[in-house]
Structures are given as C-alpha cells and as structure tokens.
C-alpha cells in the first residue's frame, strides 16, 4: 500500500493508516533532522512536532505533491525555526598541531576520524540551502526534483546548490592543510592555483 | 594555472560521483585528467569527500529511544486532539451565547419609536395635533377618548389603518 492510499484512509477515518506512515518515515525523518541539529533529544522533539503537523493537516492536504515531499519540506521548516531560535554557531575547534603525515595518502585520511569531523565541521558553516541540499542529496538519496520541491526551487537550483556545496567542502576540508603542508615540502600542487613551479 | 576546461572538469568529477556521466563526457574527464595534475587531485579529494560523508552518519539511536519516540509521539496526538476538542466545544458554545445575548439585546433594548413619542408629553402633543389634522374632526368633549383610544390604535399601526381604526371607533361613539 502506497503513502497515498494511507492518506486516503486516513481522511476516511482510519487512525492506523497514520501509524503506518509514522512507522514508514520516523526513522529516516529522525536521521535527517538529527543530521542537521545533531541533538539526538531535539532531533526527536522536532521530529514528533512535525508529526503532529502532518496529523493536524492531512485532512486539507491537496496531494500536489507527494506525502514525502510534503513532510520533508514541514520538517525542514520545523529546523529552520528551530535553529533561528538557538542561532546556533558553527563549531570549529581543530587541534591545528595536529597535521597529518606528510606522507599520508589518500586511503590514509579515507577512514580517519579527524576526516569525518573535519567534514561535520565544514557542513556547519555551509550556508543553510547548499547544507540541506547536500544532506538529501547524500543521505536520502533523494533526486534533485524531490528536492527542489522540498525546498520550493528549481531543479536547476538544487542543483547548483549541491555542486557549490561539494566544492566548497572540498576547500574547507583538511585537504587545504594537507595541501598546504606539503606544498611548503613541494611535494602536492595546489589545484586552485595549478602545478608547483 | 587553471584553464576553463580545469572548471569543466571540476564540474564533471562531482557529476560523475554524483549521477555518473555518459561515455563522452567520461572520456573526456579522463583524458584532461591524465594530462592535468591539479584536477587529477581534485578528483581524488572530492571521491574521498563522497566517501567520508557516507561514513559520517550520526549514531543511530538504540531501542530505547524509539520506544520512547512512539509512546511520547502517541501522548502528544491525544493532547492535541483533547485540546482540539475542547476548543471547538468552547467555539460551539460561544457562538449560542453570542446569539442568545443579540437576541436579548433586540427584544429588551431597541427603542421602539412610536411608544417614546407618546411617552413624551411633548411629542404626544405634537403626534396627536397631527392625527387630528390628518384623520378627521377634533373636539374637546371627544379628545380625551381620542387620546385614550389612538394611544392604544397608534401603536404598530401604519397612518391607514389608524385612520380606519378612528372612524370605525367615531362611528362606535357617534
């Protein structure tokens, strides 16, 4: 049975079709706010509130979109307010002393955990569209017409957002230091500015 | 130094990890980064970028938080439905009130015009003066039952049925 076909019954007076689509989507809706906010309480207060939005507003949804689409982009209004409300601040706090090896190799800095925090890191001072973008892009492997829709843009749009999201992960990664570190021994070309001479 | 093809080749390593790319443009991509060390390097940053945000999922919480998660999600639903209730109750119950008060205010407190000018002495005068011109013949030795008879007769009545009303009562009299 389709999300659809539970709304239908729900608008008919079936209360388990809105458990069934609770149980369908909690998890990776969870996932994808946590993602965001990470605060595992918060993530599951904004995640319920969004559900009690959708319960309230399924009988007058017009299905123009999909129900998914119609939840995620409620949940990410939901996160917008809630992060204007804590105006929460990037966090970056490396340890600069720590460099890697000159030698380090690609596959070395694959599975470190500085990676994935240097990651974390640079995805908190995205600006919100390209940050949002690229999780549902990454996470939920959501098509770039699924996002534009849940973010009310063009695919165009979703799309430009996504490329300048990577590009500028990319740049805000460890990857500058490593770059820089071994440009000082003359070792790696910067790609930004082209071959060491 | 980076050339405009460097900034198509950009644009294509992250379309190739993203959605992948047709055969020409694959072709392509490969041939410029045999040839250009910077975006050789580029690629393999944004392949480890790719492959690092895949790693970087948070936790994902145990049991106890989605039993949690479902109970507290299923108490917050009835409190709003309660809530919900109530307030359309409080709304249902507002709308009689409303009502019963307006009802009251028109029966109780709207003037009727017609008992004011005979409950003033001035205006019954006047209103009587008139009635006299407009019906008929007036004397002192009927005034007083004319008074006392249009004073009943006027009031709801149109001016014809009230002249109707004194010459059936003159002739009642006469």
Not at chain 1, 64 to 84: C, E, G, M, P, Q
Not at chain 2, 26 to 49: D, F, G, M, S, Y
Not at chain 2, 85 to 112: E, H, M, Q
Not at chain 2, 144 to 149: A, G, I, L, R, S
Request: aromatic share 10%.
């Amino acid at each position: 049975m389709n999300d659809d076909d539970l709304v239908q019954q729900f608008r008919n007076g079936r209360k388990d079709a809105f458990s069934e689509l609770v149980k369908r989507y909690a998890k990776p809706l969870t996932m994808t706010i946590l993602r965001l906010v990470r605060d595992q309480e918060e993530a599951k207060d904004i995640s319920q509130t969004v559900f009690l939005k959708v319960y309230e507003g399924l009988p007058g949804f017009m299905m123009a979109s999909s129900f998914k689409t119609w939840l995620y982009s409620i949940a990410l209004n939901a996160v917008r307010d809630h992060l204007r409300v804590k105006k929460r601040s990037p966090v970056a706090d490396y340890d600069f002393d720590d460099f890697p090896d000159e030698s380090a190799s690609v596959p070395d800095l694959l599975d470190s955990a500085r990676m994935r925090k240097s990651l974390r890191d640079a995805l908190e001072q995205l600006p919100e569209k390209q940050k949002v973008t690229f999780s549902l892009r990454i996470y939920e492997n959501m098509d770039y017409k699924q996002i534009a829709a849940v973010m009310g843009g063009t695919e165009g749009g979703a799309r430009g957002n996504f490329f300048q999201a990577v590009k500028t992960l990319r740049q805000k990664m460890l990857f500058s230091e490593a770059r820089d570190f071994a440009n000082d021994n003359g070792r790696v070309p910067d790609p930004e500015k082209g071959r060491p001479s | 130094m980076r050339t405009i093809e460097c900034a198509r080749a950009e644009k294509f390593i992250i379309e190739d990890l993203d959605e992948r790319l047709d055969a020409d443009r694959k072709n392509w991509l490969e041939h410029h980064i045999a040839a250009c060390e910077p975006c050789a390097r580029i690629q393999a940053e944004t392949q480890v970028l790719f492959h690092t945000a895949q790693l970087c999922n948070p936790p994902i919480p145990g049991a106890e938080f989605w039993d949690s998660y479902d109970s507290t999600l299923e108490a917050r639903i009835r409190e709003t439905e309660l809530l919900n209730r109530s307030s359309y109750n409080w709304k249902i119950a507002g709308t009689f009130l409303a009502a019963a008060i307006s009802a009251f205010v028109v029966f109780c407190f709207i003037p009727d015009p017609a008992r004011d000018a005979i409950d003033d002495p001035q205006h019954a005068t006047i209103l009587m003066e008139e009635l006299n011109m407009a019906l008929g013949p007036s004397s002192q030795e009927t005034l007083p039952f004319q008074v006392q008879d249009l004073t009943i007769e006027v009031r709801g009545l149109k001016q014809d049925d009230i002249a109707v009303n004194w010459f059936e009562v003159e002739e009642e009299h006469g």
